[in-house]
């Protein structure tokens, strides 16, 4: 985890930046915070979610809605921008480039005025292996 000079290192930080470390997938915040008390770890909800807004901010996790609106997170495997293709079906992501998305953005932003504009793009469907399974 990136340290800012104002967040302090507590145990709650090391132990989600922990999690965050070995999952593969993404996580939501109750989901992390029911693993984390299962192993013993009595970090509170309202931490996890301050600590993943943090960490989500400074660039150290990515985050993705669901299908169904909550925000899940998992350990940036890019550094740098980046977009996500993410299942419906399993919720498998992978971290993509589009420098084509990129180009975009910044004529469109020009063509309106706007300047210092970030974005995110996620493409929701169906990946190989649950497309091959619904057949």
Do not use: N
Not at 36 to 57: F, I, K
């Amino acid at each position: 985890m990136t340290e800012h000079p104002q967040r302090r290192t507590t145990r709650q930080r090391i132990a989600i930046s922990e999690f965050l470390a070995h999952a593969d997938d993404f996580r939501t915040a109750q989901q992390i915070h029911e693993q984390l008390r299962a192993g013993g770890d009595g970090v509170g909800l309202a931490t996890v979610y301050r600590t993943l807004q943090t960490m989500t901010e400074a660039g150290d996790v990515d985050m993705v809605r669901t299908q169904e609106g909550e925000s899940a997170y998992r350990r940036c495997a890019t550094h740098g921008h980046h977009h996500h293709l993410v299942c419906r079906c399993c919720g498998r992501t992978e971290e993509i480039t589009a420098k084509v998305v990129e180009a975009w953005a910044t004529t469109i932003a020009a063509q309106h005025g706007f300047t210092d504009v970030t974005h995110d793009v996620e493409l929701h469907g169906l990946c190989e292996r649950c497309s091959a399974a619904r057949v």
